[in-house]
């Protein structure tokens, strides 16, 4: 089975990943981390030198597939082996099961991303079956464990088997131990726990470990540990304790990549973070939770979410008949605990003779009924439309038709309520609906307002679920912003939103004093029948810094500046235009004919390389100019276009196939680059790949005089500069061909360009999925941009005066910040792939303008050029319907502002 494709998102994460091994590789962890994240790198009980970074995954993302395509990425990059080992550790017994099946299932995509690199030449396995894999075939299978985390943490290691001696791994020491003269064994004399002591011997009946005291054990714990296996560590929050850093230090990993959805911030290097926007943009999760509080009690909000399912089966029926696949929506209700008014089996019952529901559509699972056991929810012969449990579902289920949750607890007290509100956040085949009311996820709670609903379903977001305060303000709405009932829905319309009401917040912990009094906004209202301080609408600076003066200490100022964000980011998604239901003017891509009467067809850069036959025979081809090896005794130095990478015996002792030997053959290694690179030379047929090759190995050998041994041993690193090399060539090329087919209007051989207004790009409310780590969080309040976020916008410098300028236009409407990744960005087509324009707007008179901001030391880049060429190609072409502006703090004698009035004149 082909494995599944990565999303956008996850492609993204894993090259942050690649990007961060490449450059720790040359700088270190620390530096490379610094670099990349833009802070200072946590090596807690590591040190500095193992890498240790954490991919903050939210509810729903799909870490688990991330992981799987992580394995090989880092033996690859950072390990240099083909044949790696790895341990995946997982929080609880009933993960590691899940997990374990999926990887071990043929055509399931996690184990089809193992299989995709290394073939049947795997094996995942438990604990219990490491032993069982024979010497030899360390190095030369990929071997994966799964297991938890608790069988390696443990204060007395001798209490875990994990570290016990056992014979049952006598061949594999003996096999270490006459390789390299048990050179290889010396690494476990550093590790924790990893030697046979006195104490030990003298509680061994058998006087076997007598003979042993002061050298490794013959454990698995240790075996692993030779192995310098790549970590893969699930929910890695659970995993910063002192035991913890103990066990994995136990292991001798060579690369810790930790994967959660909440990492604790002080203790965690979170390289890559997605959002919330991210995750519905790509389909994952249902956006937005349409939240109805029901202050009349239970009864009432049982009775709404009944509703709910019912008008969303009818959806689902329709839906089918259109061919969007089956779905059964089913609503997860939290009742109440044994001893409360609504138990789970009272629950039932009220649901069978109140409200008539048919017994088989309703299960119960608690700790002590166990009605999902065996039970296909997904099966269309399933009845079942109502789960009700107290706490907490079992571990590692799923329910993918999940769409309503319904809690008869608080929402500030529920306990657990964030597991049931993540089964519902899941997209069914993470794939959208023809019908809208199932692209959104349904709450029905006991609140007594909205306002306070809202705000204890995001703490829920934020503080459990990985969201991010930004994240949550565009993930919650009410029911009158998204109707199931009426004619918008019935003509499944997008709905027109109604303007809400201002967002108001509690604090509890702040006196209303009359300085504050007077500030607008600021009322006292009674709450549970005490007074407290609300605060409705934006909140300005000086009103944040009155708040902050009645604080004392600083974690007390840092969780009243949370709450300040969280309201901030919910007044702002409640005002943007995408918000309220505003459409934004559509965008036309480029588009080419060959001759005027032939097909219009899409402006890419792909058309443009087919027109190109790169010659890779040549001797610039063959030539590496960047890369060189030199080998001085038993340490190899590679200098990657000036940057510098060093192996050393330790790094060679696991190359499978006698790529550290003198039996190594150029056709072997020939073999070797052409299966590591088919996908970078896709255009390629395998003879043109393998000749090629064959020629830059030889030019290697003969012309460099690189031994084929430490070309061997370098060949991760050749792969990479020959992909790089080809690559610059296939550039060139298409900067030339890209001159002469597109930029050169008029002249022979031109194609004929236009924009493409029949298939125009769309700006979607919901559909802005802005990296977290890049997002603007500044003070000043946008008022016109189409989102509630704004992508890559620092609070100050050149571009946010740009932005702030455009924003106070009186010709422009609205306008978007726009994203650098397709397809939620719009972008235009340049030799090297895409330029999205760093601005979108819509204008007054209907005309839209792509504005794009420079700094003057970019002017004269020969790319930047070919940019501004396609921009105003595009704009030129238009029938006067869009503009492009070409933007710098000073041009031809104006500054930035008599510029934006000058392009949007």
Known sequence: MTPLTLKSYQQTALDALTAFARA???????????????????????????????????????????????????????????????????????????????????????????????????????????????????????????????????????????????????????????????????????????????????????????????????????????????????????????????????????????????????????????????????DMIKLPIVLAEHPEGWPQAVFGAVQTQRKLEAEALKDEADGHGYVRPIVLLQAQNQGDEMPPEKLRNY?????????????????????????????RNCPVRYVITVQ??????????????????????????????????????????GREALNRAYAHVCAAEFSSAAHALADRLIHHMGFEALDVASMIAAPAAYPLFGEDFEQNQPVTLIQQALIASNFEALEATPELLALPGVQVHTIAGAPQLVVAGHIAEGTEALMLAQVRGPKKQEQLREQVAQHTALVAASVAPAARGVPFAPLPPLAYRTQKQAPLWPLEREAVLETVELDLLSPQA????????????????????????????????????????????????????????????????????RAYLAAVVNHQIHACGVSLVALAQARFQLARSIAAHVADLRDAAAQRQFRQCVLQQGEAGAWLVEPDWAHPHVFTPGRYPAPVASRYQGRYQFAKHYFPVLADLKDGGQEFQCAQLIDAHPKVKQWVRNLDTTPCGFALPTSRGRFFADFVAELQDGRVALLEFKGAHLLSDPYEIEKSQVGALWARTSGGRAVFGWLTMAQSGKNLAQQLDEVLA
Not at 352 to 379: C, M, S, Y
């Open 392 to 433: 907490a579902l079992r571990e590692g289920w799923d329910c993918p038709f999940a769409y309503v949750l319904c809690s008869l607890q608080k929402m500030t007290s529920a306990t657990a309520v964030e597991q049931l509100l993540g089964r519902v956040l899941r997209m069914p085949q993470a794939r959208r609906r």
């Open 622 to 689: 063959v030539q590496l100019p960047g890369f060189h090896v030199a080998q001085e005794s038993d340490v190899f130095t590679i200098d990657l276009q000036g940057e510098r990478v060093t192996l050393r015996h330790a790094d060679v002792q696991q190359m499978p196939m006698d790529y550290g030997h003198s039996s190594i053959t150029a056709e072997t290694l020939v073999h070797w680059l052409d299966q590591s690179l088919f996908k970078a030379l896709h255009e390629l047929t395998q003879p043109q790949r």
């Open 351 to 379: 649901l069978i003779d109140e409200l008539k529901l048919p017994e088989d559509q309703i299960v119960v699972a608690t700790g002590t009924t166990r009605g999902l056991d065996d039970l296909d929810l997904a099966a």
């Open 24 to 282: 720790a590789e040359r700088k270190g962890p620390a530096l490379a981390f610094a670099e990349q994240a833009g802070r200072p790198y946590n090596p807690d009980a590591f040190g500095a030198e193992l890498p240790c970074v954490c991919l903050r995954i939210p509810t729903g993302g799909g870490k688990t597939v991330l992981a799987a395509h992580a394995v090989p990425l880092l033996a690859r990059e950072w390990c240099h082996v083909d044949a790696p080992v790895a341990v995946w550790l997982v929080p609880s017994d009933a993960i590691r099961q899940q997990t374990l099946k999926a990887l071990q299932t043929p055509g399931h995509p996690y184990r089809a991303a193992l299989t995709e690199a290394y073939g049947e030449q795997l094996q995942v396995c438990t604990l219990d079956d490491v032993a069982q894999i024979a010497p030899p075939d360390w190095g030369r299978t990929a071997v994966v464990v799964v297991a938890t985390m608790q069988s390696f943490r443990i204060e007395d290691a001798g209490q875990r088997t994990v570290y016990s001696f056992s014979e049952r791994f006598e061949p594999h020491f003996k096999g270490a131990l006459a390789q390299d003269g048990g050179r290889a064994l010396a690494c476990l004399h550093t590790l924790p726990d990893a030697l046979v002591t006195q104490a030990d011997a003298a509680q061994d009946s058998t006087g076997v470990l007598q003979g042993f005291v002061g050298q490794p054990r013959w454990s698995l714990a240790n075996w692993l540990a030779l192995q310098r296996p790549v970590l893969v560590v699930d929910e890695a929050h659970n995993t910063k304790t002192d035991k913890s850093f103990t066990a994995l230090q136990r292991l001798n990993p060579a690369f810790i990549l930790e994967l959660t959805a909440t990492p604790l911030a002080h203790k965690t290097n979170v390289l890559y973070h997605v959002s919330a926007q991210e995750l519905a943009a790509e």
